[in-house]
């Protein structure tokens, strides 16, 4: 039996300089305050997962990005919604933490040990593997 489609589609961004990825530490909900993930956010209706997480990460940290290729597969975060990630290049901007506690870059020797929210967890061979290209 085929999954039914999503009611809602939550994009996160990769964004990778060099050997350096960010991460952003949530600051809420309290279950995942403090918590690192890939920023990003909600799809809104009519809109293309690649424009909403441009518009999302324009919002969350101020930069401009591109959108590259998908990231692993699709996370269940609940019955009805889905997490995707996409690889971003940053081309503008100024990364500033609008929504989150703190941004940081770190490298692949940094990805196991970093306190992920679980669903970002699912993606770290292929955030290794992009790391290290």
Do not use: C, F
């Amino acid at each position: 039996m085929l999954n039914p489609k999503p009611n809602q589609i939550v994009v996160a961004g990769a964004l990778i300089s060099g050997p350096q990825l960010l991460v952003a530490q949530r600051d809420r909900p309290p279950e995942l305050a403090g918590l690192w993930e890939l920023p990003g956010g909600k799809v809104a209706a009519g809109e293309t997962d690649e424009a909403a997480l441009a518009r999302e990460l324009h919002e969350e940290l101020g930069v401009v990005v591109s959108v590259g290729a998908r990231l692993g597969t699709d996370v269940a975060l609940s019955p009805t919604t889905v997490l995707r990630a996409y690889v971003v290049t940053q081309t503008g901007g100024t990364l500033h933490p609008n929504d989150h506690r703190a941004l940081r870059w770190i490298g692949v020797g940094e990805l196991d040990d970093l306190a992920w929210v679980p669903a970002d967890r699912t993606w770290l061979a292929e955030l290794k593997a992009a790391l290290t290209q």
